[in-house]
């Protein structure tokens, strides 16, 4: 087995990549799968979020995908909108020394701009099965040089019924491509479908959740009524004070409630849900992933697959309604050797569901009676409340010190194109094509890319050199995404 990335023949800049993001050793799902995708085999992985799985595909594909060649080379099909977004960044950052375009289609986002994007060059694309669909039939989507295709949280795709939509994707790529399905759980629904769709797939079996929740210390609540269940989750949220949690409720209405309830007692809290703004439910992911504030609520659907890096608290406010889920909802904390807790409150209706969810895990949850809320646990939970959580950088900032991303005045509506920019900037004493990265022509806006240290160079130079005969409104922009 290759434990390290130097042994799996990548290339200097996929080397360069995984040094900027700091993977220095691959994770065992990256040990096992790496090398069967790059020799060309279909793949069936069974692990999950925080696994490293992303990376475990995302590398490889980036590894075989050309830069010189403009059609859709791989394509990866996620259950949710929010697992698109979270699945596009990790390519895009592992792609970007190559200068890989990822795009992504997902429902709910105007697809005529989808459409546009997809004239322009695009490398890879990641999306829901649905509107993936509807690219394919409108005829806006040229598959015809795909070479590999990911069907990730297959388990999740079945659940919420795209298991067809995702078979009538497949009918329409060529046979000869790739096939690559991960899955947090494979049953029988699913092995039919790989038997129908993978051609002699290696499978690779990584550790479940059950058997690493051991680590995690775990607590249950009974309580009598529905009713007192705030005011107990309340007294246990201060005695335990999380430097940041995750709780899960069964409806998207209890989540706007229990949002409402906290923060009339002072706390504050970000919430997702299917009925949520999209743009706001990603922002509020981001926003939680980068410790801006300590308290995520949310429904299971929601928050499947997102990972999030050392959270400390994971309660169940609802208890789940499945067995499985109380092993995905509690394996959210205590990720990569880091200490979790995850506490459960557990209603008259839901004794049923306990046990059976007992009976899974092999094990009682132990059971915990609620001590006495001190004044001194009290003022500690506000005075955490009122400091700033500490910040994380956003995934890829070590980008900065190689590619500084510039904003340019002028885009499609003024007729500007990527050569206008390339011409202008290659005339630049010191700057030859290769120091060029991306460039995304948005309507009136263009950004491009400049790597190997020498943006401010170009920066400078821009201040007076006219592109497309104009001089141009030039920035240095923070935005790495
Ligand atoms: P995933 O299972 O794909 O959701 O990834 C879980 C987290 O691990 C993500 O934040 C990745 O950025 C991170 N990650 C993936 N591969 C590595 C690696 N080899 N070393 C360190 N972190 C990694």
């Known amino acids: 087995m290759n434990t390290q990335f130097e042994t799996m023949k990548l290339s200097k800049e996929m080397m360069q990549a995984l040094g900027i993001l700091n993977y220095h050793k691959p994770t065992e799902v990256q040990q096992k799968v790496?090398?069967?995708?790059?020799?060309?085999?279909?793949?069936?992985?069974?692990?999950?979020?925080?696994?490293?799985?992303?990376?475990?595909?995302?590398?490889?594909?980036?590894?075989?995908?050309?830069w010189d060649e403009n059609q859709m080379q791989?394509?990866?099909?996620?259950p949710t909108r929010e697992l698109t977004v979270q699945v596009k960044?990790?390519?895009?950052?592992?792609?970007?020394?190559?200068?890989?375009?990822?795009?992504?289609?997902?429902?709910?986002?105007?697809?005529?701009?989808?459409?546009?994007?997809?004239?322009?060059?695009?490398?890879?694309?990641?999306?829901?099965?649905?509107?993936?669909?509807?690219?394919?039939?409108?005829?806006?989507?040229?598959l015809s040089k795909l070479k590999i295709l990911v069907i990730d949280e297959a388990d999740l795709m079945l659940d919420m019924g795209f298991l067809e939509d995702v078979e009538r994707i497949l009918e329409s790529v060529d046979e000869a491509v790739q096939i690559l399905l991960f899955s947090a759980t494979i049953g029988d629904p699913l092995d039919a479908f790989i038997g129908r769709y993978l051609h002699k797939p290696e499978r690779v079996w990584i550790e479940s959740e059950t058997e690493s929740l051991s680590i995690i210390e775990q607590k249950l609540y009974e309580v009598n009524d529905a009713e007192d269940k705030y005011e107990l989750f309340l007294q246990v949220l201060k005695q335990e004070n999380p430097e940041s949690a995750i709780i899960f409720c069964g409806t998207r209405e209890m989540v706007n409630v229990l949002c409402r309830?906290?923060?009339?007692?002072?706390?504050?809290?970000?919430?997702?849900?299917?009925?949520?703004?999209?743009?706001?439910?990603?922002?509020?992911?981001?926003?939680?992933?980068?410790?801006?504030f300590r308290f995520l609520i949310c429904t299971d659907i929601a928050a499947r697959g997102i990972d999030f890096e050392k959270l400390s608290h994971v309660f169940h406010y609802d208890f789940p309604t499945g067995k499985e889920t109380y092993v995905h909802r509690t394996g959210r904390t205590g990720r990569k050797g880091n200490q979790g807790i995850a506490i459960c409150f557990v209603t008259k209706a839901d004794q049923k569901m306990r046990l059976m969810t007992e009976e899974f895990i092999g094990y009682q949850i132990p059971v915990c009676t609620l001590g006495e809320t001190t004044n001194e646990m009290e003022k500690a939970f506000y005075r955490k409340q009122k400091e700033k959580p500490g910040f994380v950088e956003a995934k890829g900032a070590g980008y900065k010190d190689v590619i500084l991303r510039l904003s340019i005045s002028g885009g499609k509506k003024s007729k500007m194109r990527a050569q206008d920019i390339v011409g202008t900037i290659c005339s630049i004493d010191g700057i030859d094509v290769l120091d060029i990265g991306m460039i995304d022509v948005r309507d009136s806006l263009t950004y491009v890319e400049i790597g190997n240290g020498k943006g401010s160079l170009v920066l400078d130079a821009l201040q007076e050199k006219t592109i497309k005969g104009k001089l141009r409104k030039v920035q240095a922009t923070k935005n790495m995404y």
């Open 261 to 292: 309830m906290l923060s009339r007692d002072q706390i504050q809290t970000g919430m997702i849900h299917g009925e949520i703004d999209q743009q706001d439910r990603i922002k509020t992911i981001e926003n939680f992933r980068r410790k801006k």
């Open 34 to 66: 790496i090398p069967l995708i790059l020799e060309g085999k279909n793949v069936i992985g069974k692990s999950q979020t925080g696994s490293g799985k992303t990376a475990a595909f995302g590398i490889p594909i980036c590894e075989m995908v050309g």
């Open 74 to 78: 791989a394509l990866i099909l996620e």
């Open 89 to 142: 960044q990790e390519l895009f950052h592992i792609g970007r020394t190559k200068r890989l375009k990822v795009a992504d289609l997902f429902g709910g986002f105007p697809i005529d701009k989808q459409i546009q994007t997809l004239k322009q060059k695009n490398h890879i694309g990641v999306g829901t099965p649905g509107r993936i669909l509807d690219h394919i039939e409108r005829g806006s989507l040229n």
